[in-house]
């Protein structure tokens, strides 16, 4: 039950229009009688005067009492609508025209018999001598004359024959004609009413499907409430009112979340890959550590001492190798796990390169590999973390020496540039590919040049990068196959 706006809508509809009726009929009744009794007493207002007149009731200055029984006696068979009743001056009844059973009252109000006289207000209302609280239109006029009033001749008009023929007709003729028209005229409201809510609501259906059609989906694709507004922009009819605004924000918020369900499914994938690398990745020289000691155990009587020395430091280096493997997925993680991690603060980033160059100058010697170190004056400090750079310089600066031949030329310049500081590593050895570029900071990617000599797993850059991430800055690489590279970044100065 009322389950829909639209049957919801209806209902109050309705509801509203019976009440306007009801009210409508009560009103227009009320107002009805108002009506007569103004237009009554207006057309009747000296009947009590002309009555005196046409009747001679007075004679020689007193009430003749003969000419007045017979002027009731007449009124009660010719003008049934109207009683006329002799008044003291209290207002009490001396005698009357109407039957005498009928007669409720000793007393009429001497109020609107004043108000009457003396003032033009229409209607007025006197009391009803016939009901103990009724009260009705009415003529009155002082007897015998208006100079010396000893009482007044009181008329009442639509006396109770009247009120028996009026509700008669009112409840045979007016009260069905006027209930019909009502009903008419309120039908045809309600009917316009469910038509145009009809219209109103159906674009809240349309949109409450494509809603409910979307959230049994598989949240993969939707159909869009666009589709519907341009249809209405096609007819001329478009409104862009708050369904319209409902339906484009539908729109919106289906298209965010079919893409970031997509997000996390990419994310998926490319997290079950890297699962799928790093297992590689440890299970290489697991294997090949494992596959050595079990040679050293089982056939150890077999083997020359020189032999046996050679499995055990084939041995260490691989768990070297994997030790160094585990400590930059533990890096990487730490790096990914949050951004609060850096601790930046101003450090002299010229010191630093100093030091990381003289650590690894002293491995340099015996493949001759030149590492030049160019600091421009006046450097500022930067903001840093000093940690992290460090790491950052270590990793540009073991693939710069890695990826470069005898007689290599490695040089570090450090300048300043506005405000902030740039690092470059820059060498002349074997150099990246052009398309092999963008890729070269993916986790575990590793360029054609690669050497394998001793292992690595392509974790480094992938490292600076995420490390410059967290100091809001970039790296960047210029370099082609044969020609040496360049990388380089920006930290600001403090
Ligand atoms: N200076 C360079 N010259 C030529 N190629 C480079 C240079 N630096 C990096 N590369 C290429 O980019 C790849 C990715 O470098 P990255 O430092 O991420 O990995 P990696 O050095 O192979 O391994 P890891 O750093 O984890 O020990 C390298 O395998 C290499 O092919
Ligand atoms: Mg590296």
Same mark, same amino acid.
């Given at each position: 039950m009322l389950r829909t706006l639209y049957a919801k809508l209806a209902a109050v509809l309705s509801l509203?229009?019976?009440?306007?009726?009801? =009210?409508?009929?009560?009103?227009?009744?009320?107002?009805a009688q108002h009506y007569i009794d103004e237009v009554n007493q207006l057309v009747s207002r000296d009947l009590a005067k002309?009555? +005196?007149?046409?009747?001679?009731?007075?004679?020689?200055?007193?009430?003749?009492?003969?000419?007045?029984?017979?002027? @009731?006696?007449?009124?009660?068979?010719?003008?049934? /609508?109207?009683e006329i009743y002799l008044l003291d001056l209290e207002g009490n009844i001396l005698s009357?025209?109407?039957?005498?059973?009928?007669?409720?009252?000793?007393?009429?109000? *001497?109020?609107? =018999?004043?108000? @009457?006289?003396?003032?033009?207000?229409?209607? *007025?209302?006197?009391?009803?001598?016939?009901?103990?609280?009724?009260?009705?239109?009415f003529s009155v006029t002082p007897v015998p004359n208006e100079i010396n009033p000893e009482g007044y001749l009181y008329v009442v008009l639509q006396g109770e024959e009247y009120d028996a023929a009026n509700s008669a007709v009112r409840d045979s003729y007016f009260l069905w004609l006027s209930s019909w028209a009502v009903a008419g005229s309120l039908l045809f409201g309600l009917l316009a009413g469910l038509l145009l809510f009809y219209f109103l609501t159906?674009? *809240?259906?349309?949109?409450?499907?494509?809603?409910?059609? @979307?959230?049994? /989906?598989?949240f993969s694709d939707h159909h869009s409430y666009g589709i519907v507004c341009e249809e209405k922009v096609a007819t001329g009819k478009s409104s862009d009112d708050e369904i319209d605004r409902l339906g484009s924000t539908f729109d919106a918020m289906a298209g965010r979340i079919i893409?970031?369900?997509?997000a996390i499914a990419d994310q998926d994938n490319s997290r079950r890959e890297l699962i799928a690398q790093v297992s590689h990745d440890l299970r290489t020289p697991l294997a090949s550590l494992r596959g050595y000691l079990e040679t050293l155990k089982i056939k150890s009587e077999d083997l020359s001492v020189k032999q046996q020395?050679?499995? +055990?430091?084939?041995?260490?280096?691989? /768990?070297?190798?994997l030790t160094d493997l585990v400590g930059e997925l533990f890096e990487l993680a730490t790096l990914d796990a949050t951004e609060q991690l850096a601790h930046i603060e101003p450090f002299a980033v010229t010191e630093l390169v100093h030091d990381v160059c003289q650590k690894f100058s002293l491995g340099l010697d015996k493949k001759t590999i030149s590492l030049e170190v160019k600091l421009e004056d006046a450097i500022p400090f930067v903001m840093g973390d000093i940690a992290l750079i460090e790491r950052v310089l270590e990793n540009l600066l073991e693939n710069a020496i890695r990826h470069t031949s005898v007689d290599g030329k490695i040089s570090v310049v450090v300048k300043k540039d506005n405000a902030e500081v740039s690092v470059s590593v820059k060498d002349?050895?074997?150099? =990246?590919?052009?398309?092999?570029?963008?890729?070269? @900071?993916?986790?575990?990617?590793?360029?054609?040049?690669a050497h394998q000599e001793g292992q690595h797993a392509g974790l480094g850059l992938a490292i600076v990068k995420r490390v410059l991430e967290l100091h809001q800055s970039t790296i960047s690489v210029d370099s082609q196959a044969g020609k040496g590279a360049e990388f380089c970044f920006h930290l600001k100065a403090a």
């Open positions: 509203l229009l019976i009440t306007i009726g009801a =009210i409508y009929m009560v009103v227009s009744l009320s107002v002309n009555l +005196i007149m046409d009747r001679n009731l007075v004679a020689e200055g007193k009430i003749d009492e003969a000419a007045l029984k017979e002027t @009731f006696h007449q009124y009660m068979v010719i003008n049934p /609508s109207i009357y025209s109407a039957d005498p059973g009928k007669v409720k009252r000793k007393h009429v109000s *001497l109020g609107p =018999i004043g108000d @009457f006289l003396e003032k033009d207000i229409y209607p *007025l209302l006197g009391d009803d001598p016939r009901s103990h609280d009724k009260q009705k239109a159906r674009r *809240l259906r349309r949109l409450t499907q494509l809603m409910e059609s @979307f959230k049994d /989906s598989d893409a970031q369900l997509k020395q050679e499995y +055990i430091d084939i041995s260490l280096r691989q /768990s070297e190798h002349n050895g074997v150099g =990246i590919k052009t398309e092999e570029i963008p890729r070269i @900071f993916e986790r575990f990617y590793q360029a054609e040049n």
